[in-house]
Structure formats: structure tokens, C-alpha cells
Antibody, heavy 118, light 112 residues
Framework: QIQLVQSGSEVKKPGASVKVSCKAS????????INWVRQAPGQGLEWMGR????????HYAQKLQDRVNMTTDRSTSTVYMELRSLRSDDTAVYYC???????????WGQGTLVTVSS | DIVMTQTPLSSPVALGQPASISCRSS???????????LSWLQQRPGQPPRLLIY???NRFSGVPDRFSGSGAGTEFTLKISRVEAEDVGVYYC?????????FGQGTKLEIK
């Protein structure tokens, strides 16, 4: 079955970086992209960006493009999302979601809580 | 960016009764390829979101047929024909016609 398994919770200080992984299984990794979506406590969903698993091409949300980097490791079917210069308002659950360019969210990871606190 | 606006933000519904959620986009979601990339997601408490509907009206695999989607252009609706207890959660519309992908604010479905 299709699964996206994310890395565990993180606690970071302001100004630090975090790297969250999303390991895919149950399908041909390179035929889909991976989107990253975050959800601050008690809030709605915010799209962060997308990476093509085949080409590595990325699209980032403009507000994050200076601080976010998404990469893929095709040898392990894993996608990584790194967010730099963390601030308290980056505290959120971060989700990866599989999808094609115009069908972006068909399967989701379990979520990774990132807490930014001094 | 395309702004997605949902109404209502909260919807108390009795078990077995229908429910309806509206979603309006600030621009048409009709893509130049002829498709409309509007989806609906369900997020149960403590769970990641789950895809219910894609391309306005197509149910995703395993989604009960009491869920249906309709609409065109800038106006869309998700309907639940008979609400069940497991339908409690927050429902989001989302568009993939244009980058950045954007979401509505969410509609919380509660049992009355």
C-alpha cells in the first residue's frame, strides 16, 4: 500500500534550521511529486512548495522561498524539506503529500511537529 | 494568489441530515487545458488531511458515495447526503489550477 512516513518531532531554537524527511513506498517514486503543507496550532493549511521526484524541479511559496529547500534522494525514495532561520511562527505540523502537478494531495504523511522555542 | 473563501466556517448538523459547504475562488479555476483543479479534503481530529474529491466532482478511492462535489468557474460545493458520526472534522477546499496552491480557511463540521 502507498505510504509516506515522516521523521519525528523536532524542537529547535530561533535562527536554527530543521530538516524533515518523507520516505515513500508502495508506488513508483519518480512518477509523482511531493508537496509540503504546514499547519500551525489550531490553524488551517498552508502550502509550502512542491518537488518533482523525477526531475527535482521545485515550486516554492513566495513567502518561504528564501528559507526553504526541498530535495530528493531517488535511491531511498525519500524527500527532504529544510527550513532555515526558524522563527516562533514556524511552529507547526509539517505534512508531506504525494501528487501530480495538478492533482497534488492524494496521499499524506502522518505529520511532523516542529516546535521553535528559545 | 488565488484566494479561496469557504462558508460557513462552522456547521452543526444532526446525524442522518444533509450538509453543504461552499467554496468560492477569487479567480476562475478553469485551466487552459479544460480541467478545473478544485479538490476537497477532510481532516478528522488529530489526523492528517485526506483527499475526498478532485477535479470538482470525482470521488477519490474509498470515499463513500454520500460525498459529492459540484460547481464550476469560481463557485463550488461539497455535499454530504446523510451525515455520520465519522464525518466530524474540518473540510478544506483547495485549488491546483495555479501556483501557489491555496486552501480555504476550513469548515468545521460538528454533530448537533
Amino acid at each position: 500500500q502507498i505510504q509516506l512516513v515522516q521523521s519525528g518531532s523536532e524542537v529547535k531554537k530561533p535562527g536554527a534550521s530543521v530538516k524533515v524527511s518523507c520516505k515513500a513506498s508502495g508506488y513508483m517514486f519518480t512518477t509523482y511529486g511531493i508537496n509540503w503543507v504546514r499547519q500551525a496550532p489550531g490553524q488551517g493549511l498552508e502550502w509550502m512548495g512542491r518537488i518533482s521526484a523525477s526531475s527535482g524541479d521545485t515550486h516554492y511559496a513566495q513567502k518561504l522561498q528564501d528559507r526553504v529547500n526541498m530535495t530528493t534522494d531517488r535511491s531511498t525514495s525519500t524527500v527532504y524539506m529544510e527550513l532555515r532561520s526558524l522563527r516562533s511562527d514556524d511552529t507547526a505540523v509539517y505534512y508531506c503529500a504525494r501528487g501530480r502537478l495538478r492533482y497534488p494531495f492524494d496521499y499524506w504523511g502522518q505529520g511532523t511537529l516542529v516546535t521553535v522555542s528559545s | 494568489d488565488i484566494v479561496m473563501t469557504q462558508t460557513p466556517l462552522s456547521s452543526p448538523v444532526a446525524l442522518g441530515q444533509p450538509a453543504s459547504i461552499s467554496c468560492r475562488s477569487s479567480q476562475t479555476l478553469l485551466h487552459s487545458d479544460g480541467n478545473t483543479y478544485l479538490s476537497w479534503l477532510q481532516q478528522r481530529p488529530g489526523q492528517p488531511p485526506r483527499l475526498l474529491i478532485y477535479n470538482v466532482s470525482n470521488r477519490f478511492s474509498g470515499v463513500p458515495d454520500r460525498f459529492s462535489g459540484s460547481g464550476a468557474g469560481t463557485e463550488f460545493t461539497l455535499k454530504i447526503s446523510r451525515v455520520e458520526a465519522e464525518d466530524v472534522g474540518v473540510y478544506y477546499c483547495t485549488q491546483a489550477t495555479q501556483f501557489p496552491h491555496t486552501f480555504g480557511q476550513g469548515t468545521k463540521l460538528e454533530i448537533k
